[in-house]
């Protein structure tokens, strides 16, 4: 660290900070007798130093699977700010130069899809989706094929639309009434099968795309418009769905004219080995959502990025004054987002992080096994590219999950060493008992073996 702040200077922002700031996802009262917030004060490649000048590690690229391309990219601030200087922002009514050539770059990555539109955030870029379908529903079926299904344990987002869709019933508690004509359909956690009635021990993946189906039959298929699924389910518990189950699920919507709405908020550029998570799997979705690694927090930015398809419903009447998506974002305007994301994606593409990803993924994949090896209460490891979990059971037979404080003190213990990792938290009821992992595209096999062996030491602390 270049010792910017003065330890004078930091004590004031940490005061500040415990007076005035509300965060994200903590209790505060500890701040007010125990302990002092953590301010994160300066950033280079996967690290990142605290206001005590203490040296992390960060595992979780940001905390929140964002910041893809690691830390201090001059390139990226560089071309923020000629941009803020040249134009920073008009309404998204107008155009801007790194909008135009972002969502060129885009599409070139995406094919089979057409049109980027702008926003601030994921919860915003689902949202917009679900006003699309709603839209369509009013336009084409009077209003009837309406209904939106998500999954458990999926995660859309935190405004209350996205949280009615949300599949994970402990971070919903407290916040219903929800949203009408959200469905929830089942996970596909094959590790978790014997909790599901009726599931095989055989083509389990077919059988989880087949209790989709189930659900629209029950629904009605005429009333179902959308079905909204995370690639590689995040916050949930790091699930990638088992063989057989995506081209099930693709034949599904097919047959019932429903819009496949793929959510890559956190796999979208790059963090599982392909430019989007659904590209593994062989589909085509109608409608997909991103935004954390879209531009790595150098910026705020979101995008829903549809099919030639859906965007041709939403202009093929233009005598109709009601006949155009009529959706405003604001801050979708400000040009610094799509200026980062270009810039972000020119790394990826000049430093090959993709391939980076999948060689890594494959590495830390491979050293996670090997912990399980050495540590039973690791039950299962997964995940794709450089996007894993762990999960810890208090018994291998039963996999009954964790103790969820002891899954918390492995993460403290990472911490106090130095190594920033992340657990599935207040999502899912009795099942916060996933160890997640994912360091930046850029990482090396020194980072990850740092990584595991802070894990391998926390894991014989708390289970010992
Ligand atoms: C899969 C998924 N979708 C949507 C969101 C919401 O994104 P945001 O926090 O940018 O609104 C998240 C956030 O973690 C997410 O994990």
Known sequence: MDGTFSENDISRIVEADRANVWHHLIQHQPFETAIDP???VEGKGMKVWD??????????SGGVWTVNVGYGRESI????????????????????????????????????????????????????AFKMVRQIAHK?????????LYRDRDYHGTTIACLSAGGQDERNAQYGPFTPGFIRVPHCLEYRKHEQ???????????????????????????????????????????????????????ICKKYEILLHIDEVVCGVGRTGTWFGYQHYDIQPDMVTMAKGVA????????????????????????DPMNYFRDISTFGGCTSGPAAALANMQIIEDEELLDNTNNMGAYMLDKLNALAEKHVVIGDVRGKGLFLGAELVADRT????????????????????????????????????????????IATKDDINHILDAVDTALSAVFS
């Open 398 to 441: 039963s996999r009954d999950p964790a103790d969820e404080k002891k899954v918390q003190a492995v993460v403290g213990n990472c911490m106090a060493q130095g190594v920033i990792i992340g657990a599935t938290n207040r999502s899912l009821p009795g099942k916060n008992n996933t160890l997640c992992f994912s360091p930046a595209l």
């Open 197 to 251: 009635n009726g599931a095989p021990l055989e083509n389990y993946g077919e059988w989880a795309a087949n209790q989709i189906e189930e659900v629209i039959l029950r629904e009605g298929p005429d009333t179902v418009g959308a079905l909204c699924l995370e690639p590689v389910t995040a916050g949930g518990g790091v699930i990638e769905a088992p063989d057989g189950y995506w081209p099930r699920v693709a034949e």
């Open 140 to 148: 084409r079926y009077g209003g009837k094929k309406h209904k939106i």
């Open 77 to 128: 601030a560089d071309a923020v700010r000629d941009q803020l200087v040249k134009m920073n922002y008009f309404a998204g009514s107008a155009g801007s130069i790194p909008g135009a050539l972002f969502a060129e770059k885009l599409i070139s990555k995406m094919p089979g899809m057409s049109r980027v539109y702008y926003m601030n955030s994921g919860s915003e870029a689902n949202e917009k």
């Open 51 to 60: 206001q005590k000048g203490k040296e992390h590690l960060d595992a979780v």
């Open 296 to 319: 790595s927090g150098y910026a705020a930015i979101a995008c829903l990025v549809t099919s030639e398809a859906v965007f041709d419903m939403f202009k093929n009447d233009p005598t």
């Open 38 to 40: 953590r301010i994160i």
